[in-house]
């Protein structure tokens, strides 16, 4: 939206490969996929192949400094798109090297063993993201009606003014934000309890901001998609008017990536 | 960008999330390159912290006073929470129109964990 298009229009003297993500050789890039933007060239998505494995890469160029909203999404919308298709090894955001034979030579070569066996454990499996926000009000009004104390805090604040309750807000704030916590753990555990045996792997994550309720990953099963998506519904109209639940995905498998260990030599 | 679909267990599905989301994914996980390449690395400035937001507990604790002040009101149409924030971050980030609030307190949120030392995203140097 706001994209700097300064750092674009200027001559782009050096290069690099961007890297978004390892797949197995021989897959096809879906078509309509935007690159992170590279000067005024239309930069292109392609592949780097080298054995089973290829890298999904574009250029770059490597004097402009990465992060704009557009490059974060591209850099998401690729993998998420790919990994519809076929197991991918995601990379973590800014991965850039001198050119593609570097890609082949010096990241895919190398850890060859790492990365086939990483997809081999991903293939057949979906990542999913789990979001809920709280409905304020409905959330806020039972916490004053089951605790006295805000009950109380709460009057007392009424109708005074802001300066001289000052205090009093912030110890009234505190109590419901720890209220709100406790609910949170619950609805983790409520929700790990009800879809956990739809997924092989399941990560609970920390609920962003002030209305988040839950935030979890799930790794799931491609045969078992259907049923792992039937047991969200549920999950969703047992809390509907609390919590709104988004489901997110399929996405790149960024939560559930097999361990890499790097060799000693490695160890800068 | 993102189509969501409303499924009939009142569940919002979409396949990419926001931006918060994005950031939350492609920030702090996925493969770490340096782990891999050494020689031909490319240090590359990235300036994603800048479109974080701090968002002191103090501040969330007087806003959830304020909305819980406001309880009785809400019948008559007064602001939540999250208008309410959104209006105090309004510009602060790039946001596409609905996710925009949520993930405004996403990001202040991202950007809260980051404060706690949690993880420092800063400049990569040049390799």
Known sequence: ?268 | MTISQQSGGGVQKAPQGGLAEVLDLILDKGLVIDAFVKVSLVGIELITIDARIVVASVDTYLKFAEATNRLDLHQKGGKDLGEFMGGLTEGATEGGAKGKTKGVLDAGKEKWDEVRGERQQSKREKA
Request: aromatic content about 6%; hydrophobic content about 40%; cysteine-free.
């Open chain 1, 1 to 268: 939206m706001t994209t700097t298009e300064d750092s674009t229009k200027s001559r782009s003297t050096t290069r690099g490969s961007y890297i978004y993500g390892i797949v197995p050789a021989g897959m096809r890039i879906p078509d309509g996929l935007e690159p992170i933007p590279h000067g005024d060239e239309d930069g292109e998505l392609g592949l780097v192949t080298e054995g089973e494995l290829a890298a999904v890469v574009s250029d770059v160029s490597a004097d402009r400094p990465l992060g704009t909203r557009r490059d974060l999404m591209a850099h998401e919308a690729v993998l998420n798109a790919i990994a519809q298709e076929v197991p991918v090894l995601p990379m973590r955001f800014g991965a850039v090297v001198t050119d593609d034979d570097a890609v082949a030579d010096e990241l895919l070569k190398p850890h060859q063993d790492y990365f086939l066996r990483a997809l081999d454990q991903l293939r057949g499996h979906l990542e999913f993201r789990l979001r809920g926000d709280y409905n304020q009000d409905v959330i806020l009004t039972r916490i004053v009606e089951s605790d006295p104390r805000i009950q109380q805090l709460r009057e007392k604040i009424a109708g005074v003014s802001e300066d001289a309750s000052y205090y009093d807000r912030i110890q009234l704030g505190e109590s419901i934000s720890k209220a709100m916590d406790q609910l949170r753990q619950e609805d983790a555990q409520a929700t790990v309890d009800a879809l956990s045996k739809f997924a092989v792997a399941t990560e609970v994550k920390e609920a962003g901001g002030e209305n988040g309720a839950v935030h979890l990953a799930f790794l799931v099963k491609t045969d078992g998609r259907d049923d792992f998506e039937q047991a969200v519904d549920d999950l969703g109209n047992a809390w509907a008017g609390r919590v709104e639940l988004r489901l997110i995905g399929p996405t790149a498998a960024f939560d559930f990536l097999p361990e890499f260990e790097a060799p000693p030599e490695a160890q800068a």
